[in-house]
C-alpha cells in the first residue's frame, strides 16, 4: 500500500535565468512543475509512500519529470507517456518583483487523460487519494476521470484530499464554482487557500465562509486565514499562527508544500491539528528558497527546524 497516491498534469517549466523579462533575449533555465508532482516529492521527502501518475508526451521534458520524479523516490509506475501530444510546458517570469505565468498546454498529453487511463486496483490501495481542481480544469475527460476516482474511492474506503488550486488563466470563476464545490462535497479533507474560499463562496465575509464549510461533509484545512492555517469541521474551529519566516523568496509552491505537510502528518495517523503543524513549517519552508519544489524539506530537515536533531556543518 501507499500513503498517498496523487494524479495531474505536470509541465516543462522555463524562466528567464537573468532579470530580464521571457521575450528579452538572454537564457532560460529549466525544470517542472505540476502542484500534484510537487506535493509527491514533498510526501516522499517527508519519509511517506507517495505515487504519482499522469499522461506526458513521449519527448524529452517528459522524459526528464519522470526521471526526477523516480529520483525523488516516488512511485511513477503507472504514468505513462504517449505520442498522441506533447507533455505541457510553462514559462514563468518574475518582473518587479511580480511573478506572471504563461502556460503553453491546450490538448497537452496530460489534458487527454480518460477513466481508462486509472488502474483501479493500483488506486484503491491507497490510503489516500489527492487530486487538484487544476484537473479538473484540463479538459471534460479530466473531470470525468476525477469523478471515476471519487466514486472508486467512495467505494473503497479509500479518503479523499482535494486542494481546489483555482487557476483562472485555466476557467473562469463563474465555470469553476459549481464543479469546484461538487468536489469540495465529495472530498475527505478540503485544502483550499482563504482567497480561494472568497471566490467560491462569493463572500468577504469570514463568518458566512465559516459556516459554509461547516456544512461540508468533511474536514476543511484553510491556507492563509488571516495570518493562521485553520481546521473547520462542524462545530470544531482550530487555528495556528504561521511559522515566523526570515525572508520570503518565491511563494509559488507553498500551497503544495502545506498539503504534503498536512498529508504526511495525517499518513503517520498524527491528529489533524498536528498534522496543520506539519503543513503549516513545509509550507514556510518552501517559500524561503526558489522554485516550485526545490525546496521542500526533508524529515531530516523537519526535525532539525524543530529543534529535534542537530545541523552539523562539517
Ligand atoms: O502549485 C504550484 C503550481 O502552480 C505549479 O507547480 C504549476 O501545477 C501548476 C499549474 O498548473 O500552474
Known amino acids: 500500500t501507499l500513503d498517498v497516491i496523487t494524479f495531474g498534469e505536470s509541465m516543462g517549466l522555463f524562466y528567464p535565468e537573468g532579470p530580464r523579462g521571457i521575450g528579452q533575449g538572454g537564457s532560460m533555465a529549466q525544470s517542472f512543475g505540476g502542484a500534484e508532482s510537487n506535493l509527491a516529492i514533498g510526501l516522499a521527502r517527508l519519509g511517506c509512500t507517495a505515487g504519482w501518475f499522469g499522461r506526458l508526451g513521449r519527448d524529452p521534458v517528459g522524459s526528464g519529470i519522470l526521471k526526477t520524479l523516480r529520483g525523488e ?12 501530444a506533447p507533455t505541457g510546458i510553462m514559462l514563468r ?31 484503491t490501495q491507497a490510503k489516500i487519494v489527492h487530486f487538484t481542481g487544476i484537473t479538473a480544469a484540463l479538459s471534460g475527460s479530466c473531470l470525468d476521470t476525477i469523478r471515476h476516482v471519487v466514486s472508486l474511492c467512495k467505494e473503497h474506503g479509500v479518503r479523499i484530499s482535494f486542494d481546489p488550486n483555482l487557476r483562472l488563466k ?58 493562521s492555517n485553520v481546521i473547520v469541521h462542524k462545530e ?49 519552508m518552501v517559500i524561503q528558497a526558489p522554485g516550485d519544489w526545490e525546496a521542500l524539506p ?12 542537530a545541523h552539523v556543518e562539517r
Open 73 to 84: 523516490g516516488v512511485d511513477v509506475s503507472r504514468a505513462t507517456q504517449t505520442d498522441e
Open 170 to 227: 485555466l476557467w473562469s470563476i463563474e465555470e469553476a464554482r459549481p464543479v469546484l464545490l461538487e468536489l469540495a462535497a465529495s472530498c475527505d479533507y478540503f485544502l483550499p487557500g482563504y482567497d480561494e474560499c472568497k471566490l467560491l463562496f462569493e463572500t468577504e465575509d469570514e463568518g458566512v465562509i465559516t459556516e459554509q464549510l461547516r456544512k461540508l461533509p468533511g474536514m476543511s484545512i484553510i491556507k492563509s486565514f488571516n495570518g
Open 298 to 309: 526533508t524529515w531530516d530537515e523537519v526535525l532539525q527546524r524543530r529543534g529535534q536533531a
Open 236 to 284: 470544531h474551529k482550530y487555528s495556528l499562527p504561521f511559522e515566523k519566516v526570515d525572508q520570503v523568496v518565491d511563494t509559488v509552491g507553498a500551497g503544495d508544500g502545506f498539503c504534503a505537510g498536512f498529508l504526511a502528518g495525517i499518513s503517520k495517523g498524527w491528529s489533524p491539528e498536528e498534522a496543520l503543524s506539519l503543513g503549516g513549517l513545509t509550507g514556510s
Open 93 to 123: 517570469q518574475t518582473v518587479r518583483g511580480q511573478s506572471s505565468v504563461y502556460y503553453y498546454r491546450k490538448d497537452s498529453a496530460a489534458s487527454r487523460m480518460t477513466p481508462a487511463h486509472v488502474d483501479s486496483e493500483y488506486i
